[in-house]
């Protein structure tokens, strides 16, 4: 397997920093992992914690037993890290996910056309961002049909049933097929989480952890709680010399508003 090369990195985010991402909860049911956060106040105590050790983004997932708006709004209140919705197109009415006060919705690219469209029109008119997920290497060419004239943040899923093979030939391949100007994120689910990890850092990329993603801290270990992933995350993005950004310097890499 080839390693991501220099130019990678040069192409894809400037070494001054890393921004950490942090999913979590995902679909998980609480009664099956301890320690998970769900409600409006555990996820938004959960957010503080890893604020305070890196992290700069949210990644929030509809859930059935939470109201999401109520979610971010504590979230928001407490911290203030970047909150990202995953728009899926059966996981909420849309217009739930576009008023759900989220500074960022990010639209799978396997979704139907006409969601996405809608997607798009409905957050240009709230003057919200979009990011786009990539499970598979083919959704990167209609991330580059999508593209126009601005630059866009892609966010990669590697390893789990619907992911990327989670290996270092397949991350090169992604970044290749990235639009140029595009900046990325990444994160492995389950075993492949920390080779992920480290893989991106290392090619310029930033990074999502978290207990939607993997619930092993390491073999045999279960993780603690959110907040031990973050300070992992952040702990390497500071030996690769890329320390973790705050929520402010992050919203200027992400080229958010």
Not at 7 to 19: D, L, M, Q, Y
Not at 92 to 114: H, I, K, N, Q, Y
């Amino acid at each position: 397997m080839t390693a991501p090369s220099s130019t990678s990195a040069a192409r894809f985010g400037s070494h001054a920093g890393t921004v950490i991402t942090v999913a979590p909860t995902g679909a998980h049911a609480k009664s099956e992992v301890a320690g998970l956060p769900v409600s409006a106040e555990e996820v938004a105590g959960a957010a503080a914690d890893c604020e305070r050790v890196g992290a700069a983004v949210l990644d929030l997932q509809p859930r059935h037993d939470t109201a999401l708006p109520d979610v971010v709004a504590a979230v928001h209140a407490r911290t203030g890290l970047i909150v990202r919705v995953a728009a899926y197109a059966r996981s909420e009415a849309l217009e739930t996910l576009l008023d759900s006060g989220a500074d960022v919705l990010t639209c799978p690219l396997d979704a139907p056309g006409d969601f996405v469209a809608d997607l798009r029109a409905g957050a240009r008119t709230r003057g919200l961002e979009v990011h786009y997920e990539a499970r598979d290497l083919s959704h990167l060419a209609t991330l580059r049909h999508l593209q126009g004239e601005d630059p866009v943040h892609a966010v990669l899923i590697f390893g789990g049933s619907n992911g990327m093979p989670g290996d270092i030939g397949t991350l090169s391949a992604a970044l290749a097929e990235l639009p140029q100007g595009a900046t990325f994120s990444a994160t492995g689910v389950g075993e492949t989480s920390l080779p992920i990890m480290l893989a991106t850092i290392a090619a310029g990329g930033h990074v999502r952890v978290g207990m939607a993603d993997t619930l092993a801290y390491s073999d045999g270990v279960e993780v603690r709680d959110n907040t031990q992933l973050a300070a992992r995350a952040a702990g390497v993005a500071k030996i690769a010399q890329r320390p973790p950004l705050p929520p402010a310097q992050a919203r200027e890499a992400l080229g958010l508003t």
